[in-house]
């Protein structure tokens, strides 16, 4: 199974951003966490970050040529904005599951829209790093079935 994880803007900053709301560890150790879930899994995985709405609706067109079998999303801040992004993932028709690291049901009443989050089969949000492997694991189970 092949699946694209895909980060938006300022997420490559974690360690340094707003460590009371998303914690002390990096974008690096994000992926690295990712990469040894997948291989034990055996899942294909390819991580993808960008500050650029252009390059994650490129990035999601994509799938659609290389064999993708599912998606996971964080859109960070395009979350609340980013109808580019929704429809980008309408068009590509993959199972996909937003994540967000921290409860935004709980925060400002401008995170409070999910665009994205219309076109995902589920959200999972306020479990930190961990809230990635959980979309993973309901990912590859309902490709597995
Ligand atoms: C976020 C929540 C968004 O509202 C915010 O803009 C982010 C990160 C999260 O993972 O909690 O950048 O997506």
């Known amino acids: 199974m092949k699946v694209l994880v895909l980060n938006g803007p300022n997420l490559n900053m974690l360690g340094i951003r707003e460590k009371q709301i998303y914690g002390t560890q990096t974008y690096e150790d994000l992926k690295e966490m990712i990469d040894t879930y997948c291989q034990r899994?055996?899942?294909?995985?390819?991580?993808f970050q960008s500050n650029h709405e252009g390059a994650l609706v490129d990035r999601i067109q994509q799938t659609y040529f290389d064999g993708t079998h599912a998606i996971v999303i964080n859109p960070a801040a395009y979350t609340h904005t980013?109808?580019?992004?929704?429809?980008?993932?309408?068009?590509?028709?993959?199972p996909a599951?937003?994540?967000?690291?921290?409860?935004?049901?709980?925060?400002?009443?401008?995170?409070?829209?999910?665009?994205?989050?219309?076109?995902?089969?589920?959200?999972?949000?306020?479990?930190?790093?961990?809230?990635?492997?959980?979309?993973?694991?309901?990912?590859?189970?309902?490709?597995?079935k």
């Open 82 to 94: 980013s109808v580019a992004i929704l429809d980008a993932l309408k068009a590509v028709q993959l």
């Open 41 to 47: 899994e055996q899942i294909e995985v390819e991580i």
């Open 97 to 144: 599951v937003e994540v967000h690291l921290s409860d935004v049901s709980s925060r400002e009443a401008f995170r409070q829209i999910s665009y994205a989050g219309m076109a995902c089969e589920k959200t999972i949000m306020g479990k930190g790093f961990a809230g990635y492997l959980e979309a993973l694991k309901y990912l590859k189970e309902a490709h597995d």
